[in-house]
Structure formats: C-alpha cells, structure tokens
C-alpha cells in the first residue's frame, strides 16, 4: 500500500535532556553529525514519503531555520502547537492533514542507523501499524523501560543469524504465549494484542533479546477519528490533564485486535535521553561504515 504522508510532532520541550534543550530544541541534537530531526527526514525521504506536516513550537524558530535551509525535496505543511500540550495534542492538530489517506507518525528522537521506515511502508497493508525493534541486553540497558508489548505471531520468516542476532534458541520476554522461536523464526509481522505500562527501570529484554514498540508507525483516518473523541472529552472534563498523550489510542486499536506490528532490520534507539542519545552516538561509531551522515 502506498503511504506518502508523514507527522513528526516536534514541539516538546525535550525535559529528559535539559538542561541542554533549554537553548537548543531537541531535534537539532547529533547522532554523528547529523541533527535527529534531518535523520527523521531523510528517512522518510527515502521511503518516498512526499509530504510531511512538523509539529513545532513558537518557542523553537532554531528548527524551523534549520529544516528550510535542509531544502529537501518534501512538500513541509507547519503546524503550530502553542502549549507543550502532549503528543496526542499535537497529533490531532494534524487530523485534517491525514484526513483521507493512511500516515506515517515518526517521533523524531527514535534513532535508526538505517531507513527503517521503508521496511514499515513495503510491509504496510492496511490498519494500524507499529515498527518494533529487536533489542538484546547489551542494548536494552540504555533504553527507558517503555515499548513493552504482548503479541502473537502473525508471520513467521527465516532470519539468518548474525553477530547481533545469534542464532540460539530464545524466549522473548515480552511474547506472553507458549510459543517459542529461534532467531532463525523471529517474527517479521506480530499482532499486538496489549501495550503494557512504562516500567521505571531499563527496558526488560529477555537473555536472547525481546521485540520493542518505538515511536514510529502507520495510521489510517480511524486513528485521528478515534484521537478525535478523547480529546473533546479530555476538553470536557472539569479538571483535565495536562497533556493529551497518543498512548491510550494505539492501546484502544491493540485491545480491539487492529494493531499490527513489523520487524526492522537494525535497533531503533530511544535518543530522547541523555543515555539513549550517548547509546545511539555509539551505536552510529560501531556500525556506520565510515559514513558521516545519512
């Protein structure tokens, strides 16, 4: 299915990296020498995404200098978020933009050496869609303790192993059925049937590695439909949260059996932290191939 559309909410305040984000938005930080948010973009770009509304702050014209002088070859529709209100929030001010056609969110502190949101859109076939990454321990103890996910699987391919997925016999902490597999059978497509809490310690990959939810997926109109009904209820309410997150609608879609997740092919790293932005920058040394940007 084609998807040409992407949002890349950008308007937080990037607390979990302050005080740096204090001065510079979060986005304009470095894996290698390339900023997070030109990584966003560029991947996205080469997934033949066409459009892509940003989500920013009026609080943040750094970014948006930056990006127009990128002059990539994207049509870029500006959405204005003028209180930090939540990512939920910044979504739904984009439901007119996705309106008509499935979407892309990407969260622009996950961090992926390679374009893995081409392997999302060469997979995507309709639904809600999530991109998970396979974590092993050496890399889950630099990841927040967020993604955790209940599943089953819904296609099993051949994996060859490798030295970052050895071919060994595993149980995935996260797979909560009696199913077991090797990294030879890891799952390229899952269905999610639960979107567990945020644990407070590093992410619990199991000793062979474990499937991990990022920020990055695909979503049809029912999404910001469904996006739409929280957020007039969250208005409605007397004393109302003060933000509007994504979270509990990616969980309505699991918990009613619409929410697909697909493998990629290298570790997304959750760079919106001071350890995950330390892990991704040493990732990018060990892996990058003499590359220095994208």
Known sequence: MVVTKAIIPAAGRGSRLAPITRSIPKELLCVGAVPLIEWALRHCLAAAVTEVAIVTSPDKPLLRTYIEQLALPL???WVEQPQPLGSGEALWRCREFAAADPCVVYMPDEWAL?????T???RYAGGVSLLLSWVTPTWAAYLPGVGRIRYRAAHVAAQPPTAEHPSADHHNANHYSSHRHTSRSIERAVHITELLPKVTTPF??????????VGIGIVPPAFFAHLDRRYWAWQNQPNPAP????VATWQAFAASGELWGYRAESLIIDAGNPV???AANRYWLEHRRGEDSV
């Open 75 to 77: 049509v870029l529709h």
């Open 114 to 118: 390679k374009p893995e949101l081409s």
């Open 120 to 122: 999302l859109i060469d």
């Open 204 to 213: 619990p990959a199991a000793p062979t590695g474990s499937l991990k939810g």
């Open 243 to 246: 933000e509007l997150d994504d």
């Open 276 to 278: 995950g932005l330390a």
